[in-house]
């Protein structure tokens, strides 16, 4: 079994997304995905300028960054967004623990994207944030 496979169902299940809704977008997440590479978070989201476009499932890896949507009126899976960590600049997070929600924001050669990601519970609000401090944070530069 490879690192995706073998790291996808525990992330999902942390987020409570119900295996249905996992096995529906895991081939468009795994298209977009190299077998090595290990998922650090899935969840739930909705877009914060345009919350009435449904939801989205946001997937970070180590590599990579994906997120997939559901048509409305086929209910297709479909890849909205896939970008490299590495290219994500002015990446920005706020966690609201009262509301059990964190806002994710960045931007790509697309353009700036805000997004909400609904915790189950308010303790993985701070997981959330302590997981994109470890992910989106470059190291210290010491000058000697």
Same mark, same amino acid.
């Given at each position: 079994?490879?690192?995706?496979?073998?790291?996808?169902?525990?992330?999902?299940?942390?987020?409570?997304?119900?295996?249905?809704?996992?096995?529906?977008?895991? @081939?468009?997440?795994?298209?977009?995905? @190299?077998?090595?590479?290990?998922?650090?978070?899935?969840?739930?989201?909705?877009?914060?300028?345009?919350?009435?476009?449904?939801?989205?499932?946001?997937?970070?890896?180590?590599?990579?960054?994906?997120?997939?949507?559901?048509?409305?009126?086929?209910?297709?899976?479909? @890849?909205?967004?896939?970008?490299?960590?590495?290219?994500?600049?002015?990446?920005?997070?706020?966690?609201? @623990?009262?509301?059990?929600?964190?806002?994710?924001?960045?931007?790509?050669?697309?353009?700036?994207?805000?997004?909400?990601?609904?915790?189950?519970?308010?303790?993985?609000?701070?997981?959330?944030?302590?997981?994109?401090?470890?992910?989106?944070?470059?190291?210290?530069?010491?000058?000697?």
């Amino acid at each position: 079994m490879d690192q995706f496979t073998r790291t996808l169902l525990p992330a999902a299940a942390e987020s409570e997304l119900p295996v249905t809704t996992v096995s529906r977008h895991a @081939p468009v997440l795994r298209r977009n995905v @190299p077998d090595r590479d290990p998922v650090l978070i899935v969840a739930r989201c909705v877009r914060a300028e345009r919350p009435w476009q449904g939801e989205f499932i946001l997937m970070i890896t180590r590599e990579r960054l994906v997120i997939t949507q559901e048509t409305r009126m086929l209910s297709r899976i479909r @890849p909205h967004l896939d970008a490299p960590i590495g290219s994500l600049a002015n990446v920005a997070w706020s966690a609201d @623990p009262r509301r059990s929600a964190m806002e994710l924001a960045f931007t790509i050669d697309t353009g700036r994207h805000r997004f909400i990601i609904q915790a189950p519970h308010r303790h993985q609000v701070w997981r959330l944030d302590a997981m994109f401090g470890r992910i989106f944070q470059q190291p210290l530069q010491l000058a000697f």
